[in-house]
């Protein structure tokens, strides 16, 4: 089993930044991804980035040049800076894991961007 702890989210106002953070912890052997998705009120769960153990990262074409995934492997943490945060990325962001078999999602942090 494995745990995810979300950390970092909160409310800024728009051309702000913020750094979330995701740990885990628990039966782990390898992770094969880690990323994060974010759901804002009325929409489908979106992939924002995601990162292979490989260092293979994809974005978002929305979050592109304003937001940066990266992986401290040694510590299973995977971190999103976001900066020139707009009203629209106002959404709940999940970290996502993946390892050999399952995936897991975190509980969700909230990010609320104001105009």
């Known amino acids: 089993q494995v745990q995810l702890l979300e950390s970092g989210g909160g409310l800024v106002q728009a051309g702000g930044s913020l750094r979330l953070s995701c740990a885990a912890s628990?039966?782990?052997?390898?992770?094969?991804?880690m990323g994060w998705y974010r759901q804002a009120p009325g929409k489908q769960r979106e992939l924002v980035a995601q990162?292979?153990?490989?260092?293979?990262?994809n974005y978002a074409d929305s979050v592109k040049g304003r937001f940066t995934i990266s992986r401290d492997s040694s510590k299973n943490t995977v971190y999103l800076q976001m900066n020139s945060l707009k009203p629209e990325d106002t959404a709940v962001y999940y970290c996502?894991?993946?390892?050999?078999?399952?995936?897991?999602w975190g509980q969700g942090t909230q990010v609320t961007v104001s105009s």
């Open positions: 996502k894991v993946v390892v050999p078999g399952r995936l897991y």
């Open positions: 628990g039966s782990i052997f390898s992770i094969n991804v």
């Open positions: 990162i292979t153990a490989r260092g293979i990262i």
